[in-house]
């Protein structure tokens, strides 16, 4: 997992790494922002999440008060109905003698908006008065119900029991009372002695009810009341918890203190708060799913979100902008520069702009790159020139035995008196160095190099006592085309050195015109070359040591790239006791055109 | 750099947009209002008060679900014409669920399988078939009467078993329970049924005529309109008759309590009601089947603290 991690990591890294400098601007910025965006607000919203959750549990507990409020007044309304009657009637009157029932009624007159019925009974369960006024009902043993029980067992003190249905009179309409019994033991007087009693005010459960229900109109969470021991008293859902459709928490809440609690109840969260009601120890519980305490934050969370996302990509969209703004000179600077790391030394001009420290940047790259420009330029035309005259040098040279050789078999006819011949070898030797010399120029026409090669093999045959014989074919339409001078010499050269064996030996020059191209064939019938000879003979700056010109294939083929470029130059093909042609591909270039444009170059640089 | 730069931002920028369309309608959505769904709780009988605990335990669940129930009561019993075309007036009315007590299970029944409102229904209390009926199993609650009459009454007795209503299945099944002979109970049964001719007249001169002409000491009436019948008759009768029964009226209760019914199978309206709309209108509930309790209170044990919860509504 951590090596997995790590990799992704690094892979992040990486990729960081290798973006664009706008990319890490516009991303870097955003990041930090967008952090400090959430930071703020995570902890702005938890705070007033908090807030929110405060206020509505305080809120809560307000109303717990007001209801708490309210049902002690309307206990002690309840309880101070028994006091008046008990202090103020009972305490003062003797039961033989008087009848209670008169302060009883205006008693009920003045509460029975919130009380059934007042009753006073003897410790022997024998009614004494009761109001409103109404029959006992038959069979009913008030000794045996619980609130008689509950008066009896502690006189001192007034007893609240839980909600039951009345059962003490005979009611009609099949109506029937749920009640909240208040007893409390008292001492009757009847002919001067004392005995025991209970009194009872039967409170009407619809007043607790409606004082809940209007509590629990709103919309989430509810208020129950339950006595001490978590018997339920009021509850918005009662009978449906009775029936065992819903469940509640009560038992448990009893162990709760007054205060706000958290409880989790069947799967749900819920805030509860306990307000123990004086006098009565019953318990007034608040009951709010917690979900619903942040049931408003929903909508200010939603609106959080969209405000995030807005702010977010506007924050990304400036930091777009602004990184572009600041990297795009940088970015241009760097396409030129990357353009002149290909080679391509064309370049216009280096980009030059945005802030002062880029265009410093971008003017010191441009003079860089002119400066190296003209150092190359010089370079090549110094290379170029300096092979020019080297070849120039090469070409101009005459190997000074083929002169030797030439003269001493003039001086050889002359002695035989074969002057005719002498005078014709001579002749050849002065047409061979007028042609050579050809007034410094290096190229001439097709018809003047022939004629040059015509000379030399005069020469050459004069030499070689006619040992071999020549035939030079040229078309007619190439004759004026040019050439560059003394490259069919060379090749005849070779071709007597290497081509000439016995009497039989042949050397045939041709030349013609092929798809636009000028060739010349110098072609002999001699021994050949192997194959490997071939191969090098054009690579390597080989010289035929001792004999010829000295001016070998290898400086043909060269001076003819120099001057003509592409494919031009020399092929060889050879066969073994075969013999060897050797074809010199040129380009068709007419002299007369060739002239002109010397003139007009010559015109310009004058 | 730009152009990979792009889509990157015209896709963010589109997600961007949907997410803002989203929450924002998210938002709209949660401060609509939901509309409050009508139920219309169709009964038979013209006494609102009867279905009292029924309609509680139908509003209390109504609350939970947004929803808010309307009692619709007949001019007569067993009126099943007059019933079908009060469902027929609600779902034109627009009522979003039905809560239906038959008074003709087989005529309502088969109308509400022919025609198939399109809105939810279940029949409460009375109805046709098991699957979409919420009531407490008629043949227990028959049985279980049979089982306290046979405990309560030890010596040799004569049981007359009013058959009136039987047009509502749930009442037919109990009849028949009763009259099983594997049921024992009484040492005789017999049958009190109207005629034709006396069904035009009310039933409660019939019971009268029974009461005065044939001597029993047990009658038997299995659902809350014969036994309402049969309270009006004795009442007045000034007869020492054992009245036992399966009801649940306020009336019953009243006269248990006030012994004039020995015994009676109490069934939990309140529960019907609360899981009949929580059956139509929460998808959770839609395929539950619930069991109804009934309880068994005799008129000693009115005022126990368990049974004064089931039988008294508890608001008045």
């Known amino acids: 997992m951590k090596i997995r991690f790590d990799q992704f990591f690094t892979q992040i890294k990486r990729t960081y790494k290798q973006r664009s400098i706008q990319l890490i601007i516009s991303l870097s910025f955003t990041a930090i922002a967008v952090f400090g965006m959430v930071i703020l607000g995570v902890a702005l919203y938890s705070q007033f999440s908090a807030r929110v959750r405060e206020n509505a549990i305080e809120n809560d507990q307000q109303v717990l008060e007001q209801v708490s409020w309210n049902l002690n007044t309307y206990i002690r309304n309840m309880m101070s109905v028994s ?67 509950n008066a009896e067992e502690k006189i001192a003190d007034i007893h609240f029991s839980t909600p039951h249905v009345q059962n003490l009179f005979e009611n009609s309409n099949y109506r029937y009372y749920w009640v909240v019994s208040l007893s409390r033991s008292v001492e009757l007087t009847s002919l001067g002695n004392i005995r025991k009693g209970v009194l009872l005010v039967d409170m009407n459960f619809s007043a607790i009810e409606q004082m809940f229900s209007k509590v629990n109109e709103k919309t989430s969470g509810y208020v129950y009341l339950m006595d001490r021991n978590g018997e339920i008293i009021y509850h918005p859902k009662q009978k449906a918890i009775y029936s065992g459709l819903v469940q509640e928490n009560n038992l448990a809440s009893t162990a709760y203190e007054d205060g706000a609690h958290t409880e989790v109840f069947n799967g749900v969260e819920r805030s509860v708060i306990v307000k123990t009601v004086g006098y009565t120890g019953w318990k007034i519980v608040s009951v709010t799913p917690t979900k619903d305490l942040a049931l ?55 980009y030059i702009g945005g802030s002062h420290e880029i265009m410093h940047l971008g003017r010191t790259i441009d003079s860089m790159v002119k400066q190296m420009r003209k150092l190359m330029d010089d370079m090549v035309k110094e290379q170029r020139d300096k092979r020019r005259s080297e070849l120039d040098a090469l070409q101009s040279q005459i190997n000074p035995h083929f002169l030797y050789n030439t003269l001493d078999s003039v001086v050889w006819m002359i002695e035989s008196n074969r002057y005719k011949d002498a005078i014709t070898t001579v002749t050849a030797l002065a047409t061979l160095f007028r042609i050579s010399l050809s007034r410094g120029d290096n190229i001439i026409t097709i018809r003047d190099e022939i004629v040059h090669a015509q000379n030399y093999l005069n020469i050459q045959k004069v030499r070689y006592k006619n040992k071999f014989e020549s035939t030079i074919e040229i078309d007619k339409e190439i004759e004026e085309c040019c050439t560059i001078k003394l490259i069919v010499q060379p090749l005849l050269e070779n071709a007597i050195y290497y081509g000439v064996m016995d009497e039989d030996s042949r050397i045939t020059v041709k030349g013609y015109e092929k798809d636009g191209d000028i060739y010349i064939e110098v072609s ?48 060889i093909q050879s066969e073994l006791d075969e013999g060897t042609t050797v074809t010199i591909h040129l380009p068709k270039i007419p002299y007369a055109e060739y002239k002109n444009s010397q003139e007009k170059k010559g015109g310009e640089r004058s | 750099m730009k152009s990979r730069l792009r889509p990157m931002l015209i896709l963010a920028v589109t997600l961007a947009l949907a997410l803002i369309m989203e929450l924002t309608y998210y938002m709209y959505l949660s401060n609509r209002e939901e509309p409050i769904r009508q139920v219309s709780l169709i009964v038979y009988g013209s006494d609102p008060a009867r279905w009292e605990n029924l309609r509680q335990g139908a509003e209390l669940a109504a609350a939970d679900l947004h929803a808010e129930v309307t009692l619709i009561t007949m001019s007569s019993e067993d009126d099943a014409l007059e019933q079908i075309s009060l469902i027929e007036r609600e779902i034109t009315n627009g009522a979003d669920a039905l809560l239906i007590a038959a008074c003709d299970s087989e005529a309502v029944g088969s109308y509400m399988q022919h025609e198939t409102p399109k809105i939810p229904y279940v029949f409460v209390e009375s109805g046709t078939g098991d699957e979409n009926l919420l009531a407490a199993s008629d043949e227990q609650m028959a049985a279980s009467l049979a089982q306290t009459i046979d405990e309560n009454e030890k010596d040799w007795i004569k049981v007359a078993l009013i058959a009136d209503h039987l047009e509502r299945e749930g009442v037919k099944k ?79 209760v009243y006269y248990l309590d006030n012994r004039l019914i020995k015994s009676l199978v109490y069934e939990d309206e309140f529960s019907i009601g609360y899981l009949g709309v929580q059956k139509i209108l929460d998808e959770k509930k839609m395929d539950t089947q619930e069991t109804i309790r009934y309880e068994v209170v005799g008129h000693d044990a009115v005022y126990e603290a368990g049974y004064q919860k089931l039988l008294f509504p508890h608001v008045r």
């Open chain 1, 83 to 149: 006091d008046s009657f008990y202090y103020s009637v009972i305490k003062k009157k003797d039961m033989s003698k008087d009848s209670f029932l008169e302060e009883m009624d205006l008693l009920y007159e003045a509460n029975k908006d919130n009380l059934i019925s007042i009753a006073c009974v003897t410790e022997d369960g024998a009614l004494i008065c009761a109001s409103p006024v109404a029959n006992r009902k038959e069979g009913v043993d008030f000794c045996a119900q619980e609130w008689f029980k």
């Open chain 2, 174 to 252: 109990r009849l028949e329970v009763m009259q099983t002979p594997d049921v024992k109970y009484a040492d005789e049964i017999v049958l009190w049924e109207r005629n034709e001719q006396e069904k035009n007249k009310k039933a409660q001169f019939f019971l009268q005529r029974e009461l005065t002409e044939e001597a029993v000491d047990v009658v038997v009436a299995l659902d809350n309109s014969s036994m309402e019948e049969l309270l009006d008759a004795t009442v007045n009768l000034n007869k020492d008759i054992k009245i036992y029964g399966i009801a649940n009226s306020n009336k019953s």
């Open chain 1, 524 to 571: 002999d019938n001699g021994m050949g070359m192997p194959e490997e000879a071939l191969e090098n003979l054009l690579k390597e700056k080989t010289k035929t040591r001792g004999r010829g010109s000295g001016i070998g294939l290898w400086n043909v083929n060269q001076r003819i790239q120099l001057y003509f470029k592409g494919d031009y130059g020399l092929s």
């Open chain 1, 296 to 350: 408003s934050l929903t909508q200010t969370r939603m609106f959080s979100i969209i405000i995030l996302t807005i702010t977010i990509f506007l924050v990304l969209f400036g930091n777009i902008f602004i990184s572009s703004r600041v990297t795009d000179p940088l970015r241009r600077l760097d396409e030129s520069v990357r353009k002149l790391e290909e080679g391509n030394l064309d370049v216009d001009q280096i």
